[in-house]
């Protein structure tokens, strides 16, 4: 079974400075996805970005990016020139290749503050 | 639009009282997927379906059920309300390919007590 790790509960930053969220996961599978989940105080689960695990390039969206290290099984989310609206929890998700396995293997998420 | 809708939005019951929790989606998705969010263990699968009459147990299934007798509701069904099943409950959705986006509901806060 997969599992996926967050080992920061809390992080904060300042607005407009650069902050980097960590996770890790443990698979023995070749294909598969790696999503950023964020729930703002809404509850509402909002998709970030996502990786390929066959792509080396890292996936960006826009202030949002990830430094994918598939040897060492890292996830790592930077949110570039923070803002006030990306406080939130933040959840890393692993989702396997195959079309048997679509659910998501979610870590325990990283509670962000940013601060004005 | 296309959308997944969770009912009731907050729930309190009693324990050892049965309790169903509605979820609708409107992407004609076939698979569907019930997660709980408890602190600290980010969220669970509890069940899921890939199509009408198909269901399977996930991580955390004891306690529950679901039905699938048509694409667009996976209700999910407490039998017997434990104070352990506090929780919040999402719902999500999404189509066969596993690269594709999964869309959550907007959640339902379930209060045991």
């Not at chain 1, 998709?47 to 960006?60: D, F, M, P, S």
């Not at chain 2, 980010?42 to 069940?47: A, D, F, K, Q, T």
């Not at chain 2, 017997?80 to 390919?97: E, G, I, N, R």
Request: contains cysteine; glycine residues 6%.
């Amino acid at each position: 079974a997969q599992t996926v790790t967050q080992s920061q509960p809390e992080m904060s930053v300042q607005e407009a400075e650069t902050v980097t969220l960590s996770c890790t996961y443990d698979t023995s599978e070749s294909d598969y996805y790696l999503f950023w989940y964020k729930q703002p105080p809404s509850r509402q689960m909002i998709l970030v970005i996502r990786q390929e695990a066959y792509k080396q390039q890292n996936a960006t969206e826009n202030r949002f990016s990830v430094n994918f290290q598939k040897a060492a099984k890292s996830f790592s989310l930077k949110i570039s020139d923070s803002q006030l609206g990306d406080a939130a929890m933040y959840f890393c998700a692993y989702r396997s290749g195959n079309n048997a396995g679509n659910m998501l293997t979610f870590g325990g998420g990283t509670r962000l503050m940013v601060k004005p | 639009d296309a959308e997944i809708t969770q009912s009731p939005r907050h729930k309190i019951t009693e324990t050892g009282r049965q309790v169903t929790l509605a979820c609708h989606q409107t992407w004609n998705h076939n698979n569907m997927f019930w997660y709980r969010q408890d602190l600290g263990h980010g969220l669970r699968l509890i069940h899921y379906s890939y199509g009408v009459q198909d269901t399977n147990k996930g991580e955390v299934s004891d306690g529950y059920s679901v039905s699938r007798s048509n694409t667009e509701d996976l209700p999910l069904t407490l039998e017997s309300a434990a104070s352990s099943q506090t929780s919040v409950y999402f719902c999500a959705s999404s189509s066969l390919s596993a690269y594709n986006e999964q869309f959550f509901g907007p959640g339902t806060r379930l209060t045991v007590l």
